[in-house]
């Protein structure tokens, strides 16, 4: 849902291990997801996204699950590298406003060497 | 292909003053965000345009705070008489409209100091 003004949760793993992070959202009728990555200072990056109508979806060491039961959304990260470090945010599209994207809190992920 | 693109990427203004933040969208886009982020928080949505109209500005404060994306020439958020807590990094992004459900790209981000 909505992000609140609370300090981001960090998720540290080790340089080579895989990374799962996860994301609860709010609306039940969004139909559109997508995952972003936002490295300090820049703009987010868009890493990869699903439909409703799916509920897994890979990319390059990427993959997203998506649990419409239980509205969670995750992003693995194979084999995690150093620059992989950054804040992942997930993001929700609304059906009755295909133009707005809903930003999740985010999630800042270190990698451990 | 350039990207999204951004200017300033940083403006410093006083309380009162005006800023005004640009934005021009990728090659063949035609669909214009603009977002708001605080520190250590998500983007959040301020208004949706496309050339000449303004389709959804359900974000935007209702005060000092306009936008606009003209025929020609990039996208312009403005803020008049800004004060401190309008100090934020602003993005923009644009997606192409070709589908209802579509990719927005993003821009790095205009911040902006109110001293």
């Known amino acids: 849902g909505e992000s609140v003004g609370l300090h981001l949760p960090t998720l540290s793993v080790q340089e080579g291990d895989n990374s799962i992070i996860n994301c609860a959202y709010s609306?039940?009728?969004?139909?559109?997801f997508i995952w972003y990555k936002q490295e300090s200072g820049k703009g987010p990056q868009f890493i990869i996204d699903?439909?409703?109508?799916?509920d897994k979806r890979q990319g390059q060491r990427v993959t997203v699950l998506l649990n419409k039961t239980v509205k969670h959304l995750s992003l693995q990260i194979a084999a995690t590298q150093p620059g992989d470090s950054a804040v992942y945010f997930c993001?929700?599209?609304?059906?009755?406003?295909?133009?707005?994207?809903?930003f999740g809190s985010g999630t800042r992920l270190s990698i451990r060497p | 292909n350039a990207g999204v693109m951004q200017n300033p990427r940083h403006l410093v203004r006083r309380r009162g003053q005006e800023a005004r933040l640009r934005c021009s969208p990728m090659?063949?886009?035609?669909?214009v965000y603009w977002y708001r982020q605080l520190p250590e928080e998500g983007l959040k949505f301020m208004v949706y345009?496309?050339?000449?109209?303004?389709?959804?500005e359900s974000g935007m404060p209702k005060e000092r705070f306009s936008a606009e994306f003209p025929k020609e020439g990039p996208s312009i958020l403005r803020i008049q008489q800004v004060v401190r807590g309008d100090s934020a990094a602003y993005f923009c992004?644009?997606?192409?409209?070709?589908?209802?459900?579509?990719?927005?790209?993003f821009g790095p981000g205009t911040r902006l100091l109110v001293l």
């Open positions: 609306n039940s009728a969004s139909d559109y």
């Open positions: 992004a644009s997606s192409p409209y070709l589908e209802i459900q579509e990719t927005q790209y």
């Open positions: 699903i439909r409703s109508n799916m």
């Open positions: 993001a929700e599209n609304i059906l009755s406003s295909a133009s707005k994207i809903i």
């Open positions: 345009l496309q050339k000449e109209n303004i389709i959804d």
């Open positions: 090659k063949g886009h035609s669909h």
